[in-house]
């Protein structure tokens, strides 16, 4: 009910009737519940009928907020958003993540000074965040730590992040449900940024979302009937290793030619730095991180360099063919790009999708695709964090149970 209100609202108790089936007594009685609990709130706005005036209902923005902090190789992010998916809060904190000792607790080895200096650094970035926002504790759902994957979400912690491999085996969730007394999931990116386009952009459950997230890899995710769709170990969307160059180049993963091994950024700018004398003209550093030499190489390639514009174009036409792959798959009606790979270059890669989908996805003659890049696409995975913990705890049955762990 929640959910439909959400993406629906403002609606009124006669609509719902109809789009649920409910009867009147049923549904007078859940959203009584409702704006007893604060969690919908009645608008003071009604519909004028024969009858009597409807009164319409919406999600109280502050009922709760839930609190996404996405871990990057050189960065953390953590975001505060309200019920509606609006940011109310972001704080940045660069640098590197790795700390002393962090190998020898992601290995099981004596001693937990990985998990502890994590956790150190964690509980300190939402405390600055929530304190400096001035949120009782009561009002926060929970927060959501967010990495590349794979994950373990039942154990709350990550398997074997790109780029983090001192992150792998920690047990966070618990650790930090622990130190800071709230609710605590660990989930991937590109899940986390999937649901937070769906739930930001009030997407109906009836529609079929999908993701497409780049950042260091390639992932992505798709809602189906307000759900998204997690997998036997809640690791699906792992379209960065479809292979799409048969017998290429080996992946991490253990097979051959996937995608993110020929379209994600860090390998776009590898090939960049292998053309004679082109890194040195568009002034990326040998030691520059592959994120910043990519929006480098992304923005020469918007303002019409050459060189720079064929790197990104083969680069989006090869995320067009996982693109159609997606789509045909799952026969999504609604498709956005997120992630920081997008931040700059991401219309590029729209139009190519878009131009791709029109020609060859398998339903074009049925309905069309929506391709949209997402509105803050480098902390789509921290809103999208946030997004998680408020859908488990506002709407159950369409995201992640929170539970205090510990």
Not at 105 to 125: H, K, M, P, S
Not at 216 to 235: F, T
Not at 291 to 310: C, K, N
Not at 330 to 350: E, M, N
Request: with cysteine; aromatic share 4%.
């Amino acid at each position: 009910m929640v959910d439909l209100i959400r993406s629906s609202g403002p609606i009124s108790r006669v609509e719902l009737v109809k789009v649920t089936g409910l009867t009147q007594p049923t549904i007078s009685n859940i959203v009584r519940r409702l704006i007893d609990d604060g969690v919908v709130r009645e608008t003071g706005d009604t519909v004028a009928t024969r009858g009597k005036p409807r009164t319409m209902l919406v999600i109280n923005s502050r009922a709760a907020y839930g609190v996404g902090i996405h871990v990057g190789a050189d960065a953390l992010t953590c975001v505060v958003t309200d019920t509606r998916g609006g940011t109310v809060g972001r704080e940045l904190v660069a640098g590197p993540v790795g700390a002393e000792g962090t190998e020898k607790g992601a290995q099981g080895a004596e001693g937990t000074e990985g998990t502890d200096d994590a956790v150190d650094r964690l509980a300190a970035l939402y405390r600055d965040v929530t304190d400096g926002l001035g949120l009782p504790p009561q009002t926060v759902a929970g927060l959501a730590v967010i990495g590349p994957g794979p994950v373990d979400l039942g154990r709350g912690g990550f398997l074997a992040p790109p780029g983090l491999p001192q992150w792998a085996g920690l047990d966070l969730a618990d650790a930090l449900a622990a130190r800071l007394g709230v609710p605590v999931l660990v989930d991937s990116d590109a899940a986390a940024a999937t649901v937070g386009e769906f739930w930001g952009r009030q997407i109906s459950r009836e529609r079929t979302f999908g993701c497409l997230y780049m950042n260091s890899g390639i992932g992505s995710g798709v809602v189906l009937d307000g759900s998204l769709h997690r997998g036997a170990s809640s690791n699906a969307g792992k379209i960065g290793h479809v292979a799409v160059i048969r017998d290429g180049e080996p992946c991490p993963c253990g097979n051959r030619g996937c995608l993110e091994m020929y379209a994600a950024p860090r390998a776009v700018v590898a090939r960049a730095r292998a053309l004679p004398g082109f890194a040195e003209r568009l002034r990326i550093r040998p030691d520059d991180p592959d994120a910043r030499a990519f929006d480098v190489l992304a923005r020469a390639a918007i303002y019409g360099d050459e060189q720079a514009r064929e790197l990104v174009d083969e680069s989006a036409a090869l995320l067009a063919e996982g693109a159609v792959a997606l789509a045909n798959l799952w026969d999504v009606d609604t498709l956005v790009l997120a992630g920081p790979g997008f931040a700059v270059a991401g219309s590029l890669y729209v139009s190519e999708i878009r131009r791709r989908l029109a020609g060859r996805a398998y339903t074009r003659d049925v309905h069309g695709i929506r391709v949209d890049l997402s509105s803050n696409p480098r902390d789509a995975a921290a809103i999208g964090g946030a997004a998680l913990v408020l859908q488990g705890s506002v709407a159950p049955g369409h995201g992640p149970q929170l539970a205090a762990r510990g």
